[in-house]
């Protein structure tokens, strides 16, 4: 059926500036990490992202290794693209990476300028696209100089194969030197994309810092946990969770006493904000402006609806939240 897009959609979302850059991204954006692969029915694939834009998701944001298996997110969103969204490229921030293990052999993995050139002319045929909107080094390279790398980014900007440079999982320190290298060669660093949740950290400690201060924009990955700042896991293990569902990115083992002990005062203190503890956790990395964007995964158009609706009620009073930073320590 063709698709048609609700009308009020741009009214329902917050748009939000990445650091200094012209580009402005949803506060939600949608990942397609789980759930878009071949183990998936496309079918629900399809309804997720038709669910997101119309709720005023634009962005939505892929690697070349999402699947499973690798490569199989990126072409089963391409076919919903020119099957559904064909007429709303320009509506539509997409990005994809390259970083991690994709290919046999040495040029297969990490930050050469040969696995970087070639694995987005890979990622831009699976997706039928002339284009992506953000490419994106995936992981920092111990062995490559940063430089090559930093290179192959600003190479790909200035072929138009995309059409802004980012980096994700960099440390502070290292991130301030891609940044530094990036602006020199005249492609400024759109945005850095570090796990960011209640529960990591990481990014407190001096890289929130440095991308403020270099008017970096910053969207945070698995800000639910992987679904765990949620109340999926209240009752026990879902069978259609991700949990139960054998990924080795959330085992049962990790659900440990003292973690969903966290979870459960999390989730009283959500109910006190007649939240869920979904929206509060979103809600609560977006509080620092230096966040662009919450990256989320979704199973289910409903949990869509949840991030969506939890825009009406961002603001967390001092009490609320001394009592989170006593809940999660
Ligand atoms: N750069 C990187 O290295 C990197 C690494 C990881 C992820 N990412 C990006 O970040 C995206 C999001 O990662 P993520 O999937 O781990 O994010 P997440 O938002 O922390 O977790 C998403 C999962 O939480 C559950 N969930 C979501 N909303 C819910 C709600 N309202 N109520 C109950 N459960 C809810 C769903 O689990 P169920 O499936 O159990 O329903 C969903 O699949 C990825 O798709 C990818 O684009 C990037």
Not at 91 to 112: C, H, N, Q
């Amino acid at each position: 059926m063709t698709f048609f897009p609700h009308p009020d959609r741009y009214q329902q979302m917050e748009y939000r500036r990445s650091g200094r850059s012209g580009l402005k991204l949803p506060a939600i954006s949608l990942g397609l990490w789980h759930n878009f692969g071949d183990s998936t029915r496309v079918d629900n694939s399809r309804e997720l992202l038709r669910h997101a834009f119309d709720r005023g998701i634009t962005h939505f944001d892929l690697a070349n290794n999402y699947g499973p298996p690798p490569g199989s997110a990126e072409e089963n969103f391409g076919r919903i693209l020119r099957e559904d969204f064909r007429a709303f490229r320009d509506e539509l921030i997409i990005s994809t990476k390259a970083g991690y293990t994709m290919w046999d052999g040495p040029y297969g993995d990490w930050g050469s300028r040969k696995y970087l050139v070639s694995s987005l002319d890979q990622s831009l045929k699976r997706m039928g696209l002339e284009y992506v909107d953000i490419f994106y080094h995936h992981r920092p390279d111990p062995e490559t100089p940063l430089e090559e790398t930093m290179l192959a980014l600003d190479h790909l900007v200035r072929q138009g194969k995309a059409l802004y440079a980012a980096i994700s999982n960099y440390p502070a320190e290292l991130a301030a030197q891609a940044i530094a290298i990036l602006r020199d060669l005249g492609t400024p660093c759109l945005i850095h994309q570090p796990r960011y949740s209640l529960f990591e950290r990481t990014p407190e400690k001096g890289l929130l810092q440095t991308l403020g201060d270099n008017g970096v924009g910053c969207i945070a990955f698995s800000p639910l946990a992987g679904g765990v700042l949620t109340d999926r896991y209240l009752q026990g293990i879902p069978e259609d969770s991700r949990a139960a569902s054998g990924s080795k990115f959330l085992r049962e083992e990790q659900l440990t006493d003292e973690k969903m002990s966290k979870v459960r005062k999390l989730h009283a203190l959500a109910q006190q904000r007649d939240q869920k503890l979904a929206q509060m956790a979103l809600a609560w990395v977006l509080r620092d402006d230096r966040v662009t964007s919450v990256l989320i995964g979704a199973s289910k158009t409903a949990q869509i609806d949840d991030a969506v609706n939890m825009l009406a009620q961002r603001s967390f009073s001092e009490e609320e939240l001394t009592a989170i930073e006593a809940a999660v320590k």
